[in-house]
C-alpha cells in the first residue's frame, strides 16, 4: 500500500526566514498527485500546492514552491519569507488514479515573530 | 458559494448510540470520501464514493456506514458507536474521480463518544 512519512512532528522558524518541510513516500504507480495542505488552528483543510507526478518542473505558488524528486519519492515544501499567518499543520498526501489518498502524519510549524 | 458542509460541527455521544454525521455539497461533485483525523496518525479515508449507489471502503471503514442515495449528500453513519471513534471527521468532495481532480474538505465535525 502506498505510505506518506513526514519525519517532522514539528519545525519553527522566525518570521520572514525560509523554512522547508520534508515528506517522502512510497508507490508502485506511475500517475499521481502528490499535496501539500494547511490546516491552521479553525481545522480548515486549505489546499497550499500540488504537483503531478509526470511533471519535472516544480510547482510554485507565490511564497510556496515544492522540491519534487521523482526518483527518491521526495516532496518537500519551501515557505519563504515566512508570515505569521502560516502557522498551521501541514499535511503532505498522495492520491491516484486508484482512488487511493494517503496523508502524512502532519507537521506542526510555528512562526516566531 | 461552492462549498462542502458537514453537521454537526461538534458532538459528544454515549457508547452505542447510532449517529449520523451529514455532509453535502452544492458543487454537482461525483466524487465524495470521508476521513477521520487523529493526533499522529493525519487523515485517514474511511469510505468513499465514485457517484450514486457507488461507495467502497477505504483504509479504516470497521464501525463506520455510508450511503450515497443522492449526489449531494454523503452521510457517515455509526450504528454503535465506541470511544475509540472519538475523532476529528472529514468529509471530502471532488469533481470527478481520477487523481488529477482537487478535493475540497468540509469544516470538519468533532466527535466525542463517551
Known amino acids: 500500500a502506498q505510505t506518506v512519512t513526514q519525519s517532522q512532528p514539528e519545525m519553527s522558524v522566525q518570521e520572514a526566514e525560509t523554512v522547508t518541510l520534508s515528506c517522502t513516500y512510497d508507490?508502485?504507480?506511475?500517475?499521481?498527485?502528490l499535496f501539500w495542505y494547511k490546516q491552521p488552528p479553525s481545522r480548515q483543510m486549505i489546499l497550499v500546492i500540488r504537483?503531478?507526478?509526470?511533471?519535472?518542473q516544480n510547482a510554485t505558488e507565490n511564497r510556496f514552491s515544492v522540491n519534487f524528486q521523482k526518483a527518491a519519492k521526495s516532496f518537500s515544501l519551501k515557505i519563504s519569507d515566512s508570515q505569521l499567518g502560516d502557522a498551521a499543520m501541514y499535511f503532505c498526501?498522495?492520491?491516484?488514479?486508484?482512488?487511493?489518498?494517503?496523508f502524512g502524519a502532519g507537521t506542526r510549524l510555528t512562526v516566531k515573530p | 458559494e461552492a462549498q462542502v458542509t458537514q453537521n454537526p460541527r461538534y458532538l459528544i455521544t454515549v457508547t452505542g448510540k447510532k449517529l449520523t454525521v451529514t455532509c453535502s455539497q452544492n458543487?454537482?461533485?461525483?466524487?465524495m470520501s470521508w476521513y477521520r483525523q487523529d493526533p499522529g496518525l493525519g487523515l485517514r479515508q474511511i469510505y468513499y464514493?465514485?457517484?450514486?449507489?457507488?461507495?467502497d471502503k477505504g483504509d479504516v471503514p470497521e464501525g463506520y456506514k455510508v450511503s450515497r442515495k443522492e449526489k449531494r449528500n454523503f452521510p457517515l453513519i455509526l450504528e454503535s458507536p465506541s470511544p475509540n471513534q472519538t475523532s476529528l471527521y472529514f468529509c471530502?468532495?471532488?469533481?470527478?474521480?481520477?487523481?488529477?481532480?482537487?478535493?475540497?474538505f468540509g469544516p470538519g465535525t468533532r466527535l466525542t463518544v463517551t
Open positions: 464514493s465514485m457517484n450514486v449507489e457507488v461507495t
Open positions: 471530502a468532495s471532488s469533481l470527478g474521480t481520477g487523481y488529477t481532480y482537487e478535493q475540497y
Open positions: 498526501a498522495y492520491r491516484d488514479n486508484n482512488n487511493d489518498m494517503r
Open positions: 508507490t508502485s504507480e506511475s500517475d499521481y498527485y
Open positions: 458543487m454537482n461533485h461525483e466524487y
Open positions: 504537483q503531478e507526478a509526470y511533471k519535472q
